[in-house]
């Protein structure tokens, strides 16, 4: 092998092993980005649960309290009433809202916050919030409860379940399946219902956005 033969060949040679260097270099450097970006997104993530959390033990209390000054500040007014399954509460309201074109001011949810209360089973938050530990959404992004009485035809559910910025809380009852089974003479063993409420985190804290209404 000649002089020049040798030197073309120790050339590849090292423009080879740079060439690898650089490629190992450059997709280390990738993975190391996507890893931080991942941090972020999980600590993005972690943050916000942490603001739901405590705005949801906030909820709690305000419910606990039935205290409507500070129900009210989940609502941004005037509340759409499409927003919520709501017929008849009572006369006044009803003409009230249908005079302000279905819309309803925080004069008016305060002013007749015990019938929407009743109206909306709201006594279900409470319940809510006794079967399930807000807590543990920190770890697990839906928690679920029933309670189930024996020799009753229904029983209650309860669900709280965070996706991304939302989170929705329902309560409800269902038929009971062994009560069903013991008693199949019966068509209709529970009247079932449910309530959801959906709420979303803006800035730190959570607004409500709607409310559907099943049974």
Same mark, same amino acid.
């Given at each position: 092998?000649?002089?020049?033969?040798?030197?073309?060949?120790?050339?590849?040679?090292?423009?080879?092993?740079?060439?690898?260097?650089?490629?190992?270099?450059?997709?280390?450097?990738?993975?190391?980005?996507?890893?931080?970006?991942?941090?972020?997104?999980?600590?993005?993530?972690?943050?916000?649960?942490?603001?739901?959390? &405590? %705005? /949801?033990?906030?909820?709690?209390?305000?419910?606990?309290?039935?205290? @409507?000054?500070?129900?009210?500040? +989940?609502?941004?007014?005037?509340?759409?009433?499409?927003?919520?399954?709501?017929?008849?509460?009572?006369?006044?309201?009803?003409?009230?809202?249908?005079?302000?074109?279905?819309?309803?001011?925080?004069?008016?949810?305060?002013?007749?916050?015990?019938?929407?209360?009743?109206?909306?089973?709201?006594?279900?938050?409470?319940?809510?919030?006794?079967?399930?530990?807000? &807590? %543990? /959404?920190?770890?697990?992004?839906?928690?679920?409860?029933?309670?189930? @009485?024996?020799?009753?035809?229904? +029983?209650?559910?309860?669900?709280?379940?965070?996706?991304?910025?939302?989170?929705?809380?329902?309560?409800?009852?269902?038929?009971?399946?062994?009560?069903?089974?013991?008693?199949?003479?019966?068509?209709?063993?529970?009247?079932?219902?449910?309530?959801?409420?959906?709420?979303?985190?803006?800035?730190?804290?959570?607004?409500?956005?709607?409310?559907?209404?099943?049974?």
């Amino acid at each position: 092998m000649n002089k020049f033969v040798y030197f073309i060949w120790l050339l590849l040679l090292v423009s080879a092993g740079c060439n690898q260097q650089s490629g190992s270099e450059k997709n280390g450097s990738a993975v190391t980005m996507k890893k931080g970006l991942q941090e972020q997104n999980e600590d993005s993530i972690a943050a916000k649960r942490i603001l739901m959390i &405590a %705005e /949801l033990q906030r909820m709690q209390q305000a419910f606990i309290a039935k205290d @409507v000054n500070q129900i009210e500040k +989940y609502f941004d007014f005037p509340l759409a009433d499409s927003s919520m399954s709501m017929f008849d509460v009572n006369e006044e309201f009803d003409q009230v809202r249908k005079t302000n074109g279905g819309m309803i001011s925080r004069e008016l949810f305060i002013k007749n916050f015990n019938d929407i209360y009743d109206y909306f089973q709201m006594g279900g938050f409470n319940d809510l919030f006794k079967a399930v530990n807000v &807590a %543990e /959404l920190k770890t697990n992004p839906k928690l679920e409860s029933e309670s189930h @009485v024996e020799d009753e035809g229904c +029983y209650s559910f309860y669900i709280i379940q965070i996706d991304g910025d939302t989170v929705s809380l329902q309560y409800g009852t269902n038929s009971d399946p062994k009560y069903r089974e013991a008693h199949p003479d019966q068509e209709e063993v529970c009247g079932e219902s449910a309530q959801q409420w959906t709420f979303k985190l803006e800035g730190n804290r959570l607004r409500f956005i709607k409310e559907v209404t099943a049974g």
